[in-house]
T-cell receptor, first 113, second 115 residues
Framework: AQSVSQHNHHVILSEAASLELGCNYS??????LFWYVQYPGQHLQLLLKYFSGDPLVKGIKGFEAEFIKSKFSFNLRKPSVQWSDTAEYFC???????????FGGGTRVLVKP | GAGVSQSPSNKVTEKGKDVELRCDPISGHTALYWYRQSLGQGLEFLIYFQGNSAPDKSGLPSDRFSAERTGGSVSTLTIQRTQQEDSAVYLCASSLIYSGVETQYFGPGTRLLVL
């Protein structure tokens, strides 16, 4: 069965610092990749997604992610975080021929003002 | 437009009781998913409906869990004889496959507490 790993469970950083969250998955076939964000008290929202083409994808709120097939990774980045980026971030993978999403364990990000 | 809605937003029940959770997907979305978000297990897939096809029930944790989708729209997740380990946030998502691309949009969830 496929699995998704997010190596950092908690990240604390100051405003204007750069953020990078790691995500690795175990499935060897073609995949679709997603990052979702859950702000405090809110529901899961899509940040960005990768299906094909340019492995560097840009999402909302200045986030981007890079798909590196050889490393089975889809790391999320933001050059300069804001206090409002405090949230929990989830990486998710779907087999291209499948349906369900397999989620990583999530990373809680706290941005100190 | 309106997103995925779920009701109730919170549910407290006693062990052994049955509960029903409702999901209204985004209008026109043909696929509907249920997931569970719990402290110990993270986000787990439960069940998937697509059009008139037989649902994929592979994620249901026990036969106490069942779900149906009426008229290809609203879905109800039923948990019979609830147990304390059923306490979690139950999330519904819907999607539309367009040009081979599918993105799931999530509702706010139902927070279930079994006492």
């Amino acid at each position: 069965a496929q699995s998704v790993s997010q190596h950092n469970h908690h990240v604390i950083l100051s405003e204007a610092a750069s953020l990078e969250l790691g995500c690795n998955y175990s499935y060897g076939g073609t995949v679709n990749l997603f990052w979702y964000v859950q702000y405090p008290g809110q529901h899961l929202q899509l940040l960005l997604k990768y299906f094909s083409g340019d492995p560097l994808v840009k999402g909302i709120k200045g986030f981007e992610a890079e798909f590196i097939k050889s490393k089975f990774s889809f790391n999320l980045r933001k050059p300069s975080v804001q206090w409002s980026d405090t949230a929990e971030y989830f990486c998710a993978v779907k087999k291209a021929a499948g349906n369900k999403l397999t989620f990583g364990g999530g990373t809680r990000v706290l941005v100190k003002p | 437009g309106a997103g995925v809605s779920q009701s109730p937003s919170n549910k407290v029940t006693e062990k052994g009781k049955d509960v029903e959770l409702r999901c209204d997907p985004i209008s026109g979305h043909t696929a509907l998913y249920w997931y569970r978000q719990s402290l110990g297990q993270g986000l787990e897939f439960l069940i998937y409906f697509q059009g008139n096809s037989a649902p994929d029930k592979s994620g249901l944790p026990s036969d106490r869990f069942s779900a149906e989708r009426t008229g290809g729209s609203v879905s109800t997740l039923t948990i019979q004889r609830t147990q304390q380990e059923d306490s979690a946030v139950y999330l519904c998502a819907s999607s539309l496959i367009y040009s081979g691309v599918e993105t799931q949009y999530f509702g706010p969830g139902t927070r279930l507490l079994v006492l």
